[in-house]
């Protein structure tokens, strides 16, 4: 071959490698892991335990989630794998141990729970590892999540094979905190799939992988810690209450819901607005649980400070035991008059129980440490609400409430003994002020539970309204009148259709200020 023949093949041999080393070279994702949207949890088949446990598990897991950036060695490009892990992990742990233990609570923290459960179960930082054969061997890298959770995945390619393990392992404490079972422990993996026999499903194979090896995995922990002789021993020798002193059933624990996700839109940021957000789903009193009360208001704090454009510093997020009498003094009665400013805008949100005063036929909200047998001490008046958001310099105050009144069941207690009445929520103060109440049902009915999508009926819809579904004329705003014309229809539908109800959200407030309108969410301008 010529000299010359030979020059054309080597440049053409280095154009090759440009062009596969310019693909090679781009980042592909991000890739996001996609779980089932009602995962199933494995049978278990076993005898549960008569004993009451708790599940420590901090908050922050149930927001916990991956974000790793891998390459193989003889690629310059790169692919980036998203796991949002956290909820799976809390949903699918409390549905198997529900299966062996006569109730199951989620805790924060060891201490919280003692003396207060008969069991403690705590599993250590679960060990996720994804490896990926490049064709010449695993090459490993290690990623240490917050909270401890360790990963370690191997380098990809776009044709590669790809097998996902689990390690887990729990100790179990008694009541006191001492340890009863050391260790229970197990190791699960995947089968290997390979990507160019499938199309490179590395979505689905992400969220599959890690939803197969939590199961196997949870199941199996799960069955040796309920079959341990020392458990099973502690389990007889414990003396038992009498049942009208055991525990209410276990939290009802959301399913992923579309609307937890938040919208990619960004709000028009603004210091004028402050916002105070309740959610209290389990009473001191150990009243009926107001089911997801406690994720309603997670999920709108999220949506208050990144759709609806309110600082962080000017939002207040109770949940639960932060949610007492003197907490919602403190923020309702103190807090938001030392911050607000003329011109101003306010926004309360409240889930969880109100109760009527059958003496007086007054409407409260039901702290934290509220009793319904002695509401008119321990409860939070509507009125004083009222009252008190009046006072306020702001131009607008607007109050949500998922709650009902009435005692008749739903999200509303009655003392023992009492009956359901009709009640409103309305005030003479709402008729020439500038408080707006947007209320989930009328006086005489019962706000309902949406646990196919994770929150409360009425919230539901607000969220999905705040995400864009209710801005009819597509401007990028939305009105309080807008969203409660959206909200209002699919309320009384959903209430009829899945639990044969009456559910009518009103809108209360003076005409002027409905007629003005209250813009809830402004969109930013590209």
Not at 59 to 72: F, H, Y
Request: net charge neutral; glycine share 8%; with cysteine.
């Amino acid at each position: 071959m010529s000299g010359r023949l030979w020059t054309q093949l080597v440049r053409l041999i280095l154009l090759g490698f440009a062009v596969a080393g310019s693909f090679a070279a781009c980042t592909y994702g991000p890739i996001h892991a996609r779980f089932q949207a009602q995962p199933q949890p494995p049978r278990l088949e076993v005898p549960p335990l008569p004993l009451r446990a708790a599940l420590i598990l901090p908050e922050s897991v149930a927001t916990m989630s991956l974000e790793e950036t891998i390459s193989c060695w003889y690629s310059a490009g790169s692919w980036q794998f998203i796991v949002p892990f956290g909820q799976e992990v809390e949903w699918r742990t409390v549905q198997t141990l529900s299966q062996a233990f006569e109730t199951v609570h989620v805790v924060p923290s060891k201490t919280l729970a003692m003396g207060h459960y008969d069991a403690l179960i705590e599993f250590a930082p679960p060990v996720f590892k994804i490896e990926k054969d490049c064709h010449s061997g695993v090459f490993v890298t290690t990623s240490i999540l917050t909270g401890g959770i360790i990963l370690l995945m191997g380098f990809a390619s776009p044709l590669i094979s790809m097998e996902a393990h689990l390690d887990l392992s729990a100790t179990v404490y008694d009541r006191q905190g001492q340890i009863i079972l050391a260790s229970a422990s197990y190791k699960a993996k995947t089968p290997v799939i390979r990507t160019g026999e499938t199309g490179g499903p590395e979505e689905r194979f992400l969220g599959e992988a890690f939803e197969k090896v939590l199961a196997e995995a949870l199941k199996e922990v799960t069955l040796r810690v309920a079959a341990a002789p020392k458990l099973q021993q502690y389990a007889q020798a414990l003396p038992r209450p009498p049942t009208a002193q055991r525990e209410p059933a276990a939290p009802l624990l959301a399913q992923p819901s579309d609307v937890d996700t938040l919208p990619l839109t960004t709000s028009v940021p603004s210091k004028h607005r402050h916002a105070v957000v309740i959610g209290i789903e389990q009473y001191r009193q150990q009243l009926p649980r107001a089911d997801l009360a406690t994720q309603d208001a997670r999920i709108m704090g999220e949506y208050v400070t990144k759709v609806m454009g309110y600082a962080e510093e000017n939002v207040v997020l109770l949940l639960n035991e932060r949610a007492a009498k003197s907490d919602l003094e403190k923020y309702l009665e103190k807090w938001l008059p030392n911050r607000v400013e003329p011109g101003d805008s306010v926004f309360l949100y409240f889930s969880g129980h109100g109760a009527p005063n059958p003496k007086t036929g007054e409407a409260y909200l039901v702290p934290y440490d509220g009793d319904p047998g002695f509401v008119d001490t321990t409860g939070y008046p509507l009125k004083r609400l009222y009252e008190h958001l009046a006072k306020l310099p702001a131009k607008e105050v607007v109050v949500l409430l998922d709650s009902c009144f009435s005692g008749a069941g739903g999200r509303s207690v009655l003392a023992k003994g009492m009956r359901p009445m009709v009640l409103s929520v309305e005030n003479p103060l709402l008729a020439s002020g500038k408080t707006v109440v947007l209320a989930a049902s009328a006086g005489d009915q019962v706000s309902s539970t949406y646990i196919q999508k994770g929150h409360g009926l009425l919230t539901y819809f607000v969220l999905k309204g705040l995400r864009g579904e209710a801005d009819q004329n597509q401007d990028g705003t939305l009105e309080l009148a807008e969203l409660f014309s959206y909200v209002k229809p699919q309320v009384e539908r959903i209430a009829r259709r899945e639990f044969n109800n009456e559910q009518t959200p009103h809108l209360l407030g003076s005409p002027e200020v409905l007629t003005k309108g209250v813009r809830l969410v402004e969109r930013a301008r590209p």
